[in-house]
């Protein structure tokens, strides 16, 4: 997850701006202190949260990061509720991550440092989808779409 990284690039930011990183899930707060973040003054971490403060954690934040080091190939639960949520991602562009809508997600490197890191979470800021552009842009990658596409794979 890359959560020290993260916060070093949320600190770039708060030099700047008014930032926070949010942390949300199971153990994340001991997570977030053996890692020795738990206590930087803009970091906010919920531990085990039930579903309904996710999803509100999910609309509170401007922009979502999920980053992998490694991937084998493996799609994230949270990247499709998120997505559903209109929030802006950044994301490590390999594995399914590479696949999502550039319009969505903002890419970076699986190793991406600190700085590059705060100017991609600053480039998704601003790009915020909603309305009915958001749900053009969600619609192929919605379970139906899926039905349809494996549907036609297999008749053909």
Not at 21 to 37: D, H, K, Q, S, T
Not at 39 to 51: R, T
Not at 95 to 117: I, K, M, N, Q
């Amino acid at each position: 997850k890359r959560l020290a990284v993260l916060a070093r690039s949320v600190a770039d930011l708060a030099r700047r701006r008014p930032a926070r990183l949010v942390l949300a899930g199971w153990n994340m707060a001991e997570y977030a202190r053996r890692i020795g973040i738990a206590s930087l003054p803009f970091v906010e971490v919920h531990d085990k949260p039930d579903d309904a403060t996710m999803r509100r954690l999910m609309r509170s934040v401007d922009v979502a990061v999920q980053l992998r080091e490694t991937t084998h190939g493996e799609s994230s639960a949270a990247v499709v509720e998120l997505l559903a949520c209109g929030t802006p991602l950044v994301v490590t562009g390999e594995g399914s991550f590479a696949e999502l809508p550039p319009r969505l997600a903002t890419f970076v490197a699986a190793h991406c440092p600190p700085e590059p890191l705060a100017e991609a979470i600053e480039r998704a800021a601003k790009a915020r989808v909603t309305g009915p552009e958001l749900a053009d842009l969600l619609a192929p990658l919605s379970p139906t779409a899926f039905t349809r596409r494996f549907a036609e794979i297999v008749a053909a």
